[in-house]
């Protein structure tokens, strides 16, 4: 079966699992298989181009990875600067119309990776024919507390009535309004680690051993094939 025949989700959400015993298996630093993780995010742009997928979420940095040890944790962000600006500079994102969004307690990160970050949003926030998200610094537990308090400010202000408060507003409060028709996790483990927890409620799943490293295309087609395969019905 071809993936290209079957309805393609139009928003997928990926949590990259598998970089350290990628790592291991090579018998290298844990941390080195980070390096081999960033290198694949650009092959999965290429696919969802390729297959007509309009959006992208990435889960690249969780609030808990933030007490990884420090060498580890040090040798993210130096990465992370060197994506940052490989995004920033790549002429590839303008031409091709990409929009880059990341999303999360951005303030957490170091002053030069925010300015970065905000760099690259406001670069690319009129394009409009692929959306890539980035969660980073990001908890869905903490998305939705900090959605909680932007909501009770605007009550504690008299801009909303409690009354007033509904689904709708609470999407437009969270980092992110757009929903994931489809969540695929690497490495083999089955949750979804606090990832789009608000968003991702009627996400279809797909589980993979692969580790994020060596996701092929097989898996991502394999992935978008069984989400065609579904049958949506949304707790109907």
Not at 152 to 157: D, Q
Not at 158 to 171: A, T
Request: aromatic share 12%; with cysteine; glycine share 6%.
């Amino acid at each position: 079966m071809d993936a290209t025949e079957n309805k393609v989700p139009k928003h997928i959400g990926i949590i990259m699992d598998g970089n350290r015993r990628f790592a291991k298996r090579l018998v290298l630093k844990p941390w080195k298989g980070h390096e081999f993780g960033a290198k694949k995010i650009e092959e999965v742009l290429e696919w969802c181009r390729e297959f007509k997928v309009k959006e992208l979420t990435l889960y690249a940095l969780s609030i808990e990875n933030f007490d990884r040890p420090k060498r580890e944790f040090d040798f993210l962000m130096d990465l992370s600067r060197k994506e940052l600006d490989g995004l920033k500079s790549d002429k590839r994102i303008m031409k091709e119309g990409i929009k880059i969004n990341f999303i999360g307690r951005i303030w957490m990160l170091a002053e030069d990776l925010q300015e970065k970050i905000h760099a690259i949003m406001e670069k690319t926030k009129n394009n409009a024919d692929f959306m890539l998200n980035f969660a980073v610094a990001y908890g869905g537990r903490a998305e939705i507390i900090d959605a909680t308090k932007k909501i009770a400010e605007a009550v504690k202000n008299g801009n909303l009535k409690i009354e007033d408060i509904n689904e709708e507003v609470f999407r437009k409060n969270i980092y992110l309004e757009s929903e994931p028709d489809l969540i695929i996790r690497t490495g083999g483990e089955k949750r979804v680690s606090g990832f789009l927890l608000w968003q991702g409620s009627y996400a279809e799943l797909f589980w993979t051993d692969s580790l994020w490293p060596e996701f092929s295309k097989d898996d991502f087609q394999k992935a978008l094939i069984d989400y065609s395969e579904r049958e949506r019905r949304f707790g109907r």
